[in-house]
């Protein structure tokens, strides 16, 4: 019922009576009453004028599943959204929904994660409110072996909504990290449930520094605020990221990877860079000359060889 | 106790005094009745002579973990052995174990599935008693893109060891259909759980139609019974697949993929066929004229042209 009085209000520029909204939503006057109150409590400023009616004067900047649903216009991604406000980790939660069916698109959002993970089993520091932090569910008829392209996507289009939303020079640093003058701003991390030829599903995950202060942030590490000296809508960059990643799949599923492929190197940090990369077994220098049609990474070393790598952690040089 | 009883009678050729069991294991004569007489409703047939004691006739044929573990000497596969008579899926047990962190090759057997499962979401029919339904769990440090290697690897263990225990010519028909004289006998299942570029685990599930009568399969299904004329022990096969599959997971950690995929193609009875290949998007027909070493198979089409495959479903012609 809060979910429908707050899209009635957000709909209208002006204020609308209770009265209408009584008559609108099919309830009480003292349910309408209700709903403005429990939406105070949830951080939005509500203004009431005798005889006008009610009228929004600020939003809170939390996920909330009807904030980031409300006027999405996506196809797929961000048609359903949970939110919570304290989760273990938004990818367990997702695993769990996806486990029992729940359909793709679906997004699992939190202002705060107790456990979230990274690449690895690293940790993804979360800290409460100030950064964006959920995981998508999707259903691609894709192999296995096609997710890390996959990862690439998501990479191409949190670096296209940051560039969109803060107007900074976001790149990718391969295969996935978005980077804000060199420094890491936003994780992504992609987990699968497959047969051996089959993906059944797979959840992205994606945690961006939005207006986290450095010192909540683990070293090497920024956030957009650092690196642009002000704050940012979470609410509107997280649905710029639902909107990019929804148009991106939809690329995929028409054209196949190479589109991806094309547009992920425009926004590469790493391509002709010096780079070293470490994978579990060594390390190898060279200049990172090209992405390849399955997303893993070229690089001449000095004698002039050119490997190609698949997965691997780089340092650019 | 009942598990340490049968171990102890099974570990004498002759038979074991009440009084000696009772000393060795530590618990009272009563104790030891009671258990000689679970074992007898479990399907042991004990005699039970004066002043000599108990003696093993018989055991049933059933894949209790016991049975399994006893003297099967394997590095991994089988350390541990969960039985239960029905389950919905051991694929489902299996997973809901390894992520819950179960150590790997654990193996989880049942006499009969009510939710069996094959690949692409088909049904595998499980004849209770009849048949051998086990999955195992594995943490291979593989990147989802090698599974599909692995899966052509439990072709090869299960092939091995049904020729071994049956005296039949049992070949691999792409990827890792077991067939008996053209006739699938088997059904392998692969299912992982992984981030993009890194397996966290991975379940494989083994089926077996062993001494199941004709009349309770699926048309073009055949058992061992079935096409040698006589019946099997179910225990006996299961543990030399276990066995089977342990040596060549050692040699995947140790060499990598090359020997399994030479092991392949020497027991593959598609490669030198004319076949037809169906996958999501088309059919292709042509000679299977060899196997990459991504465990793709490489069909030679009539115009000379020869193309790779990594999923479908091969009819052999």
């Given at each position: 019922m809060t979910n429908e009085v707050i899209n009635l209000l957000k709909s209208c520029d002006g204020y609308v009576s209770g009265e209408e909204m009584s008559q609108k939503l099919h309830i009480s006057r003292a349910a309408v009453w209700k709903s403005i109150n429990e939406l105070r409590?949830?951080?939005?400023?509500?203004?009431?004028?005798?005889?006008?009616?009610?009228?929004?004067?600020?939003?809170?900047?939390?996920?909330?599943?009807?904030?980031?649903?409300?006027?999405?216009?996506?196809?797929?991604?961000?048609?359903?959204?949970?939110?919570?406000?304290?989760?273990?980790?938004t990818m367990d939660k997702a695993f769990e929904l996806a486990v029992k069916g729940e359909k793709e698109g679906t997004v699992i959002a939190a202002e705060t994660q107790t456990k979230g993970r990274?690449?690895?089993?690293?940790?993804?520091?979360?800290?409460?409110?100030?950064?964006?932090?959920?995981?998508?569910?999707?259903?691609?008829?894709?192999?296995?072996?096609d997710i890390a392209r996959l990862t690439l996507l998501a990479g191409v289009a949190v670096c296209e909504a940051i560039r969109q939303v803060a107007a900074v020079d976001a790149k990718?640093?391969?295969?996935?990290?978005?980077?804000?003058?060199?420094?890491?701003?936003?994780?992504?991390?992609?987990?699968?449930?497959?047969?051996?030829?089959?993906?059944?599903?797979?959840?992205?995950g994606i945690g961006i520094n939005v207006n986290t202060p450095l010192r909540q942030l683990p070293e090497n590490a920024t956030s957009l605020k650092q690196e642009t000296g002000k704050m940012h809508s979470r609410i509107g960059?997280?649905?710029?990221?639902?909107?990019?990643?929804?148009?991106?799949?939809?690329?995929?599923?028409?054209?196949?990877?190479?589109?991806?492929?094309?547009?992920?190197?425009?926004?590469?940090?790493?391509?002709?860079?010096?780079?070293?990369?470490?994978?579990?077994?060594?390390?190898?220098?060279?200049?990172?000359?090209?992405?390849?049609?399955?997303?893993?990474?070229?690089?001449?070393?000095?004698?002039?060889?050119?490997?190609?790598?698949m997965s691997g952690d780089v340092i650019e040089q």
């Amino acid at each position: 019922m809060t979910n429908e009085v707050i899209n009635l209000l957000k709909s209208c520029d002006g204020y609308v009576s209770g009265e209408e909204m009584s008559q609108k939503l099919h309830i009480s006057r003292a349910a309408v009453w209700k709903s403005i109150n429990e939406l105070r409590g949830l951080g939005y400023k509500i203004e009431a004028a005798p005889r006008l009616g009610y009228r929004i004067v600020s939003s809170p900047d939390k996920l909330f599943s009807h904030e980031l649903e409300h006027r999405l216009n996506t196809k797929v991604v961000g048609r359903k959204v949970f939110y919570e406000e304290t989760v273990s980790s938004t990818m367990d939660k997702a695993f769990e929904l996806a486990v029992k069916g729940e359909k793709e698109g679906t997004v699992i959002a939190a202002e705060t994660q107790t456990k979230g993970r990274g690449r690895m089993g690293r940790v993804w520091t979360s800290p409460k409110g100030q950064g964006i932090y959920f995981s998508v569910i999707l259903r691609p008829a894709l192999s296995p072996s096609d997710i890390a392209r996959l990862t690439l996507l998501a990479g191409v289009a949190v670096c296209e909504a940051i560039r969109q939303v803060a107007a900074v020079d976001a790149k990718i640093k391969w295969p996935n990290d978005v980077l804000i003058k060199g420094k890491k701003a936003v994780g992504i991390l992609t987990e699968l449930n497959a047969e051996s030829d089959r993906v059944r599903f797979c959840v992205i995950g994606i945690g961006i520094n939005v207006n986290t202060p450095l010192r909540q942030l683990p070293e090497n590490a920024t956030s957009l605020k650092q690196e642009t000296g002000k704050m940012h809508s979470r609410i509107g960059l997280a649905q710029e990221v639902l909107r990019r990643l929804d148009v991106w799949y939809d690329i995929l599923k028409m054209q196949g990877f190479p589109p991806v492929i094309e547009r992920w190197k425009t926004l590469s940090s790493t391509l002709g860079r010096l780079v070293r990369l470490k994978d579990q077994q060594n390390e190898l220098e060279g200049k990172a000359v090209d992405l390849d049609e399955y997303g893993g990474l070229m690089i001449q070393t000095k004698s002039g060889v050119v490997v190609k790598r698949m997965s691997g952690d780089v340092i650019e040089q």
